[in-house]
T-cell receptor
Framework: SQELEQSPQSLIVQEGKNLTINCTSS?????LYWYKQKYGEGLIFLMM?????EEKSHEKITAKLDEKKQQSSLHITASQPSHAGIYLC?????????????FGEGTQLTVNP | DAGVTQSPTHLIKTRGQHVTLRCSPI?????VSWYQQVLGQGPQFIFQ???????GRGNFPDRFSARQFPNYSSELNVNALLLGDSALYLC??????????????FGSGTQLSVL
C-alpha cells in the first residue's frame, strides 16, 4: 500500500545483532499494528500501538509510535533465527473504522546463525 | 481453544471457474474479515461481516462476494476466476465490530492458484 511504507523491504542480519524496521504513514494514524508472518502462512499478532509516543515490548521486540512523524518502528534486540519471517505493519486510519486494516508490503527478515 | 480455521488450505482452479472458501472464527467472536494477499505484498481488505451483515467492503469487483452464517462462520465466493486472483486468502476474526483497538486474529489462509 502506498499509504503505508515499510523499510527496508528485506534485511539480512547475523544472529545476535540488533535491527529496526520502520513503517511510515501518509495519513493520520489512529492505531498501528505489527504482525509477523511465516512464508505462506497466517499472521501472528505482535503488538498494537494506540497513542502517539506509546512504546510496547514483548520479549526482545519493542515497538514505538511517533505521532508527529506518523511513523512506527519495530526494534529487535539480539536477534535469533526464530525471529526470521515477514514483518507487516497494519494501520487503522482515523477516517475509517472497524477491522479494516491497511497493510504495508512487509519486511522480509533473515537471521543467519 | 481453537484459533481461526480456514478450509481448504490449498486449492487449484482454472480460469472462469468459481471458488468458495470457508472460515470459522474463534469461539465467541462475531466479526469476520477477509483479506487477499498476493505474493510479495501485504494483505488487502476485501470484506468485513458482523452479525451476518456486511459492514465494510474493499476495492474488489462484484465477482467477490461473501456471507456470514448464524454461527458466525463465513464463506468467501469468487466467480469467473482470473489468473490475478491467485493469492493467499486470509480470514480474520475479532470479538466485536472490530472498532478501535480490537485485535484481529488471523487464520493460516487458503492458497488459491488459478491456472
Amino acid at each position: 500500500s502506498q499509504e503505508l511504507e515499510q523499510s527496508p523491504q528485506s534485511l539480512i542480519v547475523q544472529e545476535g545483532k540488533n535491527l529496526t524496521i520502520n513503517c511510515t504513514s501518509s495519513k493520520t494514524l489512529y492505531g498501528l499494528y505489527w504482525y509477523k508472518q511465516k512464508y505462506g502462512e497466517g499472521l501472528i499478532f505482535l503488538m498494537m500501538l494506540q497513542k502517539g509516543g506509546e512504546e510496547k515490548s514483548h520479549e526482545k521486540i519493542t515497538a514505538k509510535l511517533d505521532e508527529k512523524k506518523q511513523q512506527s518502528s519495530l526494534h529487535i534486540t539480539a536477534s535469533q533465527p526464530s525471529h526470521a519471517g515477514i514483518y507487516l505493519c497494519g494501520a487503522d486510519f482515523a477516517e475509517t473504522s472497524g477491522s479494516r486494516l491497511t497493510f504495508g508490503e512487509g519486511t522480509q527478515l533473515t537471521v543467519n546463525p | 481453544d481453537a484459533g481461526v480455521t480456514q478450509s481448504p488450505t490449498h486449492l487449484i482452479k482454472t480460469r472462469g471457474q468459481h471458488v468458495t472458501l470457508r472460515c470459522s472464527p474463534i469461539s465467541g467472536h462475531k466479526s469476520v474479515s477477509w483479506y487477499q494477499q498476493v505474493l510479495g505484498q501485504g494483505p488487502q481488505f476485501i470484506f468485513q461481516y458482523y452479525e451476518k451483515e456486511e459492514r465494510g467492503r474493499g476495492n474488489f469487483p462484484d465477482r467477490f462476494s461473501a456471507r456470514q452464517f448464524p454461527n458466525y462462520s463465513s464463506e468467501l465466493n469468487v466467480n469467473a476466476l482470473l489468473l490475478g486472483d491467485s493469492a493467499l486468502y486470509l480470514c480474520a476474526s475479532s470479538l466485536g465490530l472490530g472498532t478501535r483497538f480490537e485485535k484481529l486474529f488471523f487464520g493460516s489462509g487458503t492458497q488459491l492458484s488459478v491456472l
